[in-house]
């Protein structure tokens, strides 16, 4: 499978740094413009736009579809991760609020998250499958898929097969990278061998 992984254009919570995860707020002028500029620059042979159903990502995706003539489809598999308590604080406010989630480094654990929120191996096994609903429906056509920053760092994961540089690198609002991975890889990657590989980056 060919996937474009292109993160949506700027909300105001990215310009001043929050955790977002599942709020939903709506791009800025600024993100709009970087949108528009995805749309110019897409490569030709994307036929079918593909988006998170949070509202930022779908108008990211229309801005990209409508200069295409086509329309964004919407794939609930790649919302953003739910961090809890963490959601629309800064990490300074989330230090403060919450200090014994913080100290144990809690959106950074395998199968533990800040209270209400989604444990990073809940998330690799949804996009795992959101993953493998696109190969068995689009094969090897290229498709383009605006998502969202975690959402990003995970499908580079499972199509590398390494967790190990997931909370060093960034894709930044309106960027995007190709991934490449093929079903069978993806098959094999139930919850077990997903903790291995997780494991095998030194994550707690």
């Known amino acids: 499978m060919k996937l474009l992984v292109l993160r949506h254009g700027e909300t105001a919570f990215n310009s001043e740094q929050h955790y977002l995860g599942a709020l939903d707020p709506a791009l800025t002028e600024r993100g709009i413009e970087q949108a528009q500029q995805l749309a110019r620059i897409l490569p030709a042979d994307i036929q079918h736009i593909l988006c998170s159903p949070l509202l930022r990502a779908r108008q990211t995706a229309d801005i990209i579809a409508q200069a295409g003539n086509t329309n964004a489809k919407v794939v609930s598999a790649f919302r953003e991760r739910d961090v809890g308590v963490f959601e629309g604080l800064t990490q300074a406010q989330a230090q403060r609020r919450h200090p014994d989630l913080w100290a144990r480094n809690i959106t950074r654990r395998w199968s533990d998250a800040p209270t209400g929120g989604e444990t990073i191996e809940t998330v690799a096994l949804r996009i795992r499958d959101g993953l493998l609903q696109l190969q068995q429906q689009y094969g090897d056509t290229p498709v383009a898929l605006v998502a969202h920053g975690f959402v ?48 095998s980056g030194q994550h707690g």
Request: hydrophobic fraction near 50%.
């Open 152 to 199: 990003a760092k995970v499908i580079r994961a499972l199509s590398q097969q390494n967790f190990a540089d997931l909370f060093t690198w960034q894709l930044a609002n309106a960027q995007g990278f190709m991934a490449t991975s093929s079903a069978a890889d993806l098959q094999r990657l139930q919850r077990r061998s997903l903790r291995q590989l997780w494991e």
